[in-house]
């Protein structure tokens, strides 16, 4: 496991002080690891996303297509004046 040093003002130590019941390196240790977890949703969330605007662009595209022609076929048949 990797040790890291954090540095708190003298003021912040002195207020950690009046709460022993806490174990302040656990409560930072938890709170990086959940943070990391958080940040590693969101980069798969945004790599998701990415992949949708594709399929969406796909799809768009796909009906462009298949109306293409439509309204020329819809006048040859009388149905639009």
Request: proline residues 2%.
């Amino acid at each position: 496991m990797v040790s890291i040093t954090l540095s708190v003002s003298p003021e912040i130590r002195m207020m950690m002080k009046r709460f022993p019941e806490i174990n302040w390196s656990g409560f930072i240790k938890g709170m990086i690891n959940r943070k990391v977890k958080e940040l590693a949703w969101r980069d798969e969330m945004l790599k998701k996303a990415g992949q949708e605007e594709e399929i969406d662009e796909w799809a768009v595209n796909l009906v462009r297509n298949s109306r293409k022609g439509r309204l020329a076929k819809l006048r040859r048949a009388g149905v639009v004046g």
